[in-house]
C-alpha cells in the first residue's frame, strides 16, 4: 500500500529541491559582495522559488492549481539553471560545485516531471473504482 503525503515536506522532490537552495546558498555566500547583490540574488531565489511552489501548490484546493504551481517550479528550475551557467561563465563556481549542481538539477528535473504527471492521479483512479 502507498504511503498516505501528508504534508509537502515529506515529498522527495521537495526535499530535494530544498536541498539544491541550502547548497546554491552556501556557495553564493562566499562570493564578493558585487556578485552576491547581483546575479548571486537572482540564482538564490529562482533555486528557492523551486522548492516554495512545491509547497504552495501543495496548499492549493484543487489538484489542478497544485500542478500549475509544480509547472511554476520547473520553470524556477530552467531559470536556476541560466543562472548557474552564468555564474560558470563569470568565474563565480568552481567545477566541483558545478558538478555538484549539475547531478541535483539532473535528479530534479524527472522528479519534478514524474511529480507533476502524478498529481491528482489517485483522484482520477478511484473515479475509476
Same mark, same amino acid.
Given at each position: 500500500?502507498?504511503?498516505?503525503?501528508?504534508?509537502?515536506?515529506?515529498?522527495?522532490?521537495?526535499?530535494?529541491?530544498?536541498?539544491?537552495?541550502?547548497?546554491?546558498?552556501?556557495?553564493?555566500?562566499?562570493?564578493?559582495?558585487?556578485?552576491?547583490?547581483?546575479?548571486?540574488?537572482?540564482?538564490?531565489?529562482?533555486?528557492?522559488?523551486?522548492?516554495?511552489?512545491?509547497?504552495?501548490?501543495?496548499?492549493?484546493?484543487?489538484?489542478?492549481?497544485?500542478?500549475?504551481? *509544480? =509547472?511554476?517550479? +520547473?520553470?524556477? %528550475?530552467? $531559470?536556476?539553471?541560466?543562472? /548557474?551557467?552564468?555564474?560558470?561563465?563569470?568565474?563565480?563556481?568552481?567545477?566541483?560545485? *558545478? =558538478?555538484?549542481? +549539475?547531478?541535483? %538539477?539532473? $535528479?530534479?528535473?524527472?522528479? /519534478?516531471?514524474?511529480?507533476?504527471?502524478?498529481?491528482?492521479?489517485?483522484?482520477?483512479?478511484?473515479?475509476?473504482?
Amino acid at each position: 500500500m502507498k504511503k498516505k503525503v501528508e504534508s509537502f515536506e515529506d515529498l522527495d522532490v521537495y526535499r530535494l529541491a530544498e536541498n539544491l537552495g541550502d547548497r546554491i546558498w552556501d556557495i553564493v555566500s562566499s562570493w564578493p559582495n558585487f556578485a552576491q547583490n547581483s546575479l548571486g540574488y537572482q540564482l538564490v531565489k529562482s533555486a528557492d522559488s523551486i522548492g516554495a511552489n512545491i509547497a504552495e501548490g501543495f496548499g492549493r484546493f484543487h489538484f489542478a492549481e497544485n500542478r500549475q504551481f *509544480v =509547472r511554476i517550479s +520547473r520553470g524556477s %528550475l530552467y $531559470e536556476t539553471r541560466h543562472w /548557474l551557467r552564468r555564474a560558470y561563465k563569470r568565474n563565480l563556481l568552481k567545477e566541483a560545485e *558545478v =558538478r555538484e549542481l +549539475r547531478e541535483l %538539477l539532473d $535528479e530534479l528535473a524527472p522528479r /519534478l516531471n514524474a511529480y507533476i504527471r502524478s498529481i491528482g492521479r489517485d483522484r482520477k483512479q478511484m473515479a475509476n473504482d
